[in-house]
């Protein structure tokens, strides 16, 4: 009697020391899933495609710390898969461990936002953007040819015309062809039924809009300024006159640090240099801002057909509306350059 007393009271004991210990690995499970991140500012993280156990594993400890080697046994022991964490996370203070777990287990990616303005190239476009992706810039000029031309920019020289400085939101994980789309995207969202009919107006496409914008926005940086230059090239164009854009000269010439144009630079023959060919040139020279594609579209209307930049610091331009009153603004601002021994 007193043996079949002892057993049970082992067993109890037994019993009891499983249930605390089970309770205790309860809590401590609980404890690391809701333990928290305690950084003070957020970590994007970037685990590439086909990453190993042992590589999600480092990567995570190595930008979290502990709370990243917690994430890492939550993620495994919820059978996560490596190819599944593919993606860039952003960790945030404050995130549970259970939730940055199963964004990586279900692959719940955070967007990059993908900013870019003052480009002039579309080779200086491909790098950047291929700079926050997995593709290359190659894999971005591949794409343009394959989904551009279907769009009406039918020749590389106008794929910049399709695209417009702005910031978008994207996975690390797209590619290049999801990219171009959504690029593409704004500039058609851009070009409504409004926008299009002043264009029209204009006696002017979307895209000879984009390219006399490009040259705009080279001529002047001043906002109150645009809509005069580009009604002056406006004018120009409908009177038949070249526009001898000195921007068009750089691109051309294929130096934009140029502060003063000579003779040998119009001289140079190139489907992009204003001064030897009539019209617009055959596409954009930079990648042009909305506001300077409504400028164009909204330029207001004034008889002017020269211009000459002021002989001061200002950035802005004198106009003319006869050649002797521009050959006074140009030679003021020569002698400007001469003083300053600019060539």
């Known amino acids: 009697m ?104 279900y692959g719940r990616q955070h967007p990059l936002n993908i900013t870019f ?26 794409a343009c040819d394959s989904i551009l031309p279907e769009q009406g920019y039918g020749t590389p020289e106008l794929y910049p015309a399709a695209f417009a400085p702005d910031t978008y939101q994207l996975y690390w994980t797209a590619g290049a062809g999801e990219v171009v789309e959504k690029l593409a995207a704004s500039g058609r969202e851009f070009w409504n039924e409004e ?59 294929g130096d934009f640090t140029l502060r003063r144009i000579t003779g040998k630079h119009t001289a140079v023959q190139s489907p992009y240099n204003t001064y030897q060919v009539q019209g617009l040139p055959p596409g954009p020279i930079r990648i042009a801002e909305k506001k300077t594609l409504d400028a164009v579209l909204d330029a207001p209307v004034h008889d002017y057909i020269y211009m000459c930049a002021r002989p001061d610091t200002s950035g802005h331009h004198a106009f003319a509306k006869t050649y002797q009153e521009h050959l006074d603004n140009a030679a003021a601002y020569h002698r400007y350059l001469n003083a300053r021994n600019i060539k």
């Open 2 to 105: 007193k043996k079949t007393h002892k057993v049970r009271n082992t067993i109890i004991i037994v019993v009891a020391i499983l249930l605390v210990t089970g309770v205790s690995a309860a809590l401590m499970a609980y404890w690391k899933a809701t333990y928290r991140y305690t950084g003070f500012e957020k970590v994007r993280i970037y685990i590439p495609s086909g990453a190993t156990a042992a590589a999600v594993r480092d990567t995570l400890e190595k930008n979290l710390g502990d709370f990243g080697r917690e994430v890492y046994n939550a993620w495994s022991w919820q059978k996560g898969q490596s190819e599944k964490a593919y993606g860039s996370y952003v960790i945030s203070p404050g995130d549970r461990v259970i939730t940055v777990s199963r964004n990586l287990l």
């Open 117 to 142: 303005n003052n480009v002039r190239t579309l080779d200086q476009l491909a790098e950047k953007v291929a700079a926050r992706f997995t593709f290359t810039s190659e894999d971005f000029m591949r």
């Open 195 to 253: 926008r299009r009919a002043k264009a029209h107006a204009l006696g002017l496409s979307p895209q000879e809009v984009a390219t006399l914008a490009s040259i705009v926005e080279e001529e002047t940086n001043q906002a109150d300024e645009q809509p005069l230059v580009a009604r002056l090239y406006l004018n120009r164009l409908a009177q038949g006159i070249k526009l001898q854009a000195d921007p068009t000269v750089k691109f051309a010439v």
